[in-house]
């Protein structure tokens, strides 16, 4: 009698690792010592809180500086920070630093977390994400902490760089948690050096690691040359930014702008355009946005930041592909090339597959919550749902309001947007022994179009 022995795939290992650190954060968010009022918040508003702070979302149903005492705070900015880079990635940190071996099926799962092609390096990727990460939000602490100081609101030293701590932790995990006031960053609207330090940070944990390591590389090696994948990275996210920033100047120009002035306008502009992709803080309240502006928005939150960062949506990559494919068909051609180099079908499939399934996910959740939310415009359920599904935090005012079952949606769509749909799939598939097909089909003749 032989006994079938079953073990976690990379997938289920990501799957399971983000579902216990937010179970985890939900029983200590639940303690009456993390709320500022000695009262339990309830395990629902725990739970989207942890699931929002895990998976780098931002949307709260409670102010976090006005509910959640400094142990509460802590709780979320360790929830931040281990779903931002991973908790994986910390033990296998820890593993290294002591000499410690890193088994195979850990490497694969550092490998499926952050999109490597290939199961070599893994140990190297993690020391150097751990480092980027390190340096990246040291900086950004020391600069925002000067910062908060220079901003004459009565801020100690200690206050000062607390708050430099966690916004720079929040903004270069793309998470958007704030504990500053009631507005996010409303306070700050023309504060150049604050919103410019957020808005470096936010850049460069959406554009990815492996971007971060190769620009790194680049600069010290001026010779070398940029691979296809910065290269995309680097353009789609120049493109995205100075567009969004063109486009929320002139449609809120005399809109939600109209009360600042000219460099005000086109500061919170650009600060709209970054924060969309997908860190959540916010300057202008969404609710105060035209609806075509919401409508950008939306599109923005959708597409996120870059493969193998902190941010979400279906990413930059993704977009450059679907692009590319789109303009090799109106030309007739029967390949997908980007830079002189021929990419394979099977890019083009999975980010068909990415787009459909998360698009799918938006959808589901915008019908459940018209449901479950009467009265609530469709355009700022689309936001609310496409802000979670991208993992932004971004909210026309409708996330306190939620009823239990639209918290539950929102929680689970922000759940599927960090982990992204394709490698929930992966994890969810019991037929982990499945062979794929080596059947040559004849081919079938549709009409598109």
Not at 56 to 72: D, E, K, R, S
Not at 226 to 231: A, F, G, I, M, Y
Not at 416 to 423: E, V, Y
Request: aromatic content about 8%; overall charge positive.
């Amino acid at each position: 009698m032989t006994h079938k022995h079953w073990h976690l795939s990379a997938a289920q290992a990501i799957l399971i690792s983000f579902a216990a650190m937010i179970a985890v954060g939900t029983a200590l968010l639940a303690l009456p010592v993390a709320s500022q009022n000695g009262q339990s918040v309830g395990w629902l508003n725990a739970l989207f809180t942890a699931t929002s702070a895990n998976c780098v979302t931002g949307l709260v149903v409670v102010n976090t500086a006005q509910h959640w005492t400094l142990f509460g705070q802590l709780v979320i900015l360790a929830l931040i920070q281990l779903g931002g880079i991973g908790f994986i990635t910390i033990v296998t940190g820890a593993l290294i630093v002591f000499r410690r071996r890193i088994g195979l099926r850990q490497r694969l799962t550092i490998q499926t977390m952050f999109n490597q092609q290939t199961l070599g390096g893994m140990a190297g990727l993690v020391k150097r994400v751990l480092k980027y990460t390190t340096a990246i939000e040291g900086t950004g602490a020391v600069l925002l902490t000067a910062g908060f100081l220079a901003a004459d609101r009565g801020y100690g030293l200690g206050e000062a760089l607390w708050y430099g701590v966690f916004h720079a932790v929040s903004a270069f995990c793309n998470a958007g948690f704030d504990i500053v006031g009631t507005h996010s960053l409303a306070d700050f609207t023309g504060d150049w050096p604050l919103q410019l330090t957020l808005m470096a940070l936010i850049t460069l944990g959406g554009l990815g690691f492996p971007v971060l390591h190769e620009l790194r590389f680049h600069w010290a090696h001026r010779r070398r040359r940029l691979s296809v994948h910065t290269k995309l990275v680097l353009s789609v996210s120049l493109v995205l930014t100075l567009g969004g920033t063109a486009l929320f100047a002139l449609l809120e120009w005399h809109g939600a702008f109209a009360a600042f002035s000219p460099a005000q306008k086109w500061l919170a502009a650009a600060f709209e355009s970054v924060t969309l992709r997908t860190a959540g803080f916010e300057t202008v309240g969404q609710a105060q946005l035209g609806d075509l502006s919401k409508l950008i928005a939306c599109a923005l939150m959708f597409i996120g930041g870059s493969p193998s960062g902190t941010a979400g949506g279906i990413k930059t990559i993704t977009l450059a592909v679907l692009g590319a494919a789109v303009v090799s068909a109106l030309r007739g051609h029967a390949q997908l090339v980007i830079f002189r180099r021929r990419l394979p079908l099977a890019v083009l499939q999975k980010a068909l597959a990415i787009v459909g399934t998360l698009a799918g996910v938006v959808a589901v959740a915008v019908v459940i919550l018209h449901f479950t939310e009467p009265g609530t415009a469709a355009l700022d359920l689309l936001f609310e749902v496409t802000s979670a599904a991208g993992t932004v935090g971004l909210t026309t005012g409708i996330t306190p309001a939620l009823s239990s079952v639209g918290k539950l949606v929102l929680a689970l769509c922000m759940f599927i947007g960090r982990l992204s749909p394709l490698t929930l799939a992966v994890a969810l598939n019991t037929r982990l022994d499945a062979h794929p097909h080596t059947v040559a089909y004849p081919e079938a003749e549709v009409i598109v179009g």
